[in-house]
């Protein structure tokens, strides 16, 4: 089962036209908010870098109050307007879900909130960033 956030937006991303789509994508990154300086500083460890992301990504997974995995991310291009949408749609949607749902997440959801026109390498990093999310995900269990 999918957590329900995230289940929502890709129901409610389905609907859309592209355009629409991508006019929602970037109103997604422009609400991205890097990890706060009380998690990490620049230059980031290379553990926390998302693999064959052309956007030098990095993300933490830091523990709610509940145990709950609470996401922060670091675009390092600023003009990485996927991935810092994707960030925030990991972050807004995932945050605070159980590590056991998040596991479950396809990695081809990429192409129902990006529409499957990506280039192979923006889709591949996208999917390396939900990768990471459901690996650290898996080993919260």
Do not use: H
């Not at 990485?80 to 879900?97: C, F, N, Q, R, Y």
């Amino acid at each position: 089962m999918l957590p329900s956030r995230y289940k929502e937006l890709l129901n409610d991303l389905e609907s859309l036209e592209q355009s629409e789509r991508f006019e929602l994508l970037i109103e997604f990154a422009e609400r991205f908010q890097p990890v706060p300086e009380s998690i990490a500083t620049s230059p980031y460890r290379v553990e926390n870098r998302v693999p064959g992301c052309e956007s030098e990504v990095y993300v933490w997974n830091i523990p709610d109050s509940k145990g709950l995995p609470k996401w922060y991310f670091a675009v390092e291009n600023p003009q990485g307007i996927s991935a810092k949408a994707m960030a925030v749609i990991l972050d807004e949607t995932l945050s605070g879900e159980s590590p056991e749902q998040i596991a479950q997440i396809p990695q081809e959801s990429i192409y129902t909130i990006f529409g499957r026109t990506l280039s192979m390498g923006k889709g591949q990093g996208l999917m390396s960033m939900l990768g990471v999310i459901k690996v650290l995900a898996q080993r919260s269990l």
